[in-house]
């Protein structure tokens, strides 16, 4: 496997890892670098790296970030987003990996891209859950912004520094399990 297509996993997987805390985020953040011209695109995705693609993620980016400021809007897009999350991250990993057989690139696509997004955005639902009934909803502002930072640094890394990325990632999947452990209804013992 050449490196090239080791750090294409890397970016891959960072970004869907990113999509568990915000889905458009990171799309936006791919959209942005591939415009620029800092990363390249699979052939079949680059109309991500168009300007239209560029501007419609950018609003997307925008108001979801601003719906998750939302009281009880933000537990509906919660729950809208985790299937969102594993076509998107699905999506971010098909798109960046290169030089693959294409079975291996969807296989990984869906296991590595939409599982990683996935359980990361089903431990984000549960935790934001646990904060409305907690506080009310009071909290979910200061979790939405510690999701929106972690989804921007995350990126940000992904595309710049790929290796880190995929640090981040395993730290960050460590975290999603530890909080999923203490959330879960512990099973009694008879």
């Given amino acids: 496997m050449s490196p090239d297509t080791i ?3 890397f970016l891959g997987v960072g970004l869907a890892a990113s999509v568990g805390f915000r889905v458009f985020l990171p799309l936006f953040a791919l959209s942005f670098a591939a415009y620029l011209g800092v990363w390249e695109l699979n052939e079949n995705w680059q109309w991500i790296g168009s300007l239209v693609a560029l501007i419609t993620l950018g609003v997307a980016t925008l108001v979801e970030i601003f719906a998750y400021f939302i009281p009880w809007v933000d537990n509906l897009l919660d729950s809208l987003a985790v299937p969102l999350a594993a076509i998107a991250g699905t999506a971010v990993m098909v798109s960046t990996v290169a030089n693959l057989d294409p079975v291996i690139t969807w296989s990984l696509a869906i296991i590595a891209g939409g ?14 859950l646990a904060s409305t009934a907690t506080t009310g909803g009071l909290a979910n502002p200061i979790v939405t912004t510690i999701e929106t930072g972690t989804a921007a640094v995350v990126s940000t890394a992904s595309i710049l520094i790929p290796p880190i990325a995929a640090i981040l990632v395993i730290i960050i999947l460590f975290i999603t399990f530890r909080i999923y452990r203490k959330l879960r209804p512990k099973k009694k013992i008879k």
């Fill in 7 to 9: 750090i294409s996993i």
């Fill in 115 to 128: 599982g990683t997004a996935t359980a990361i955005k089903g431990a984000n639902a549960a935790g934001r």
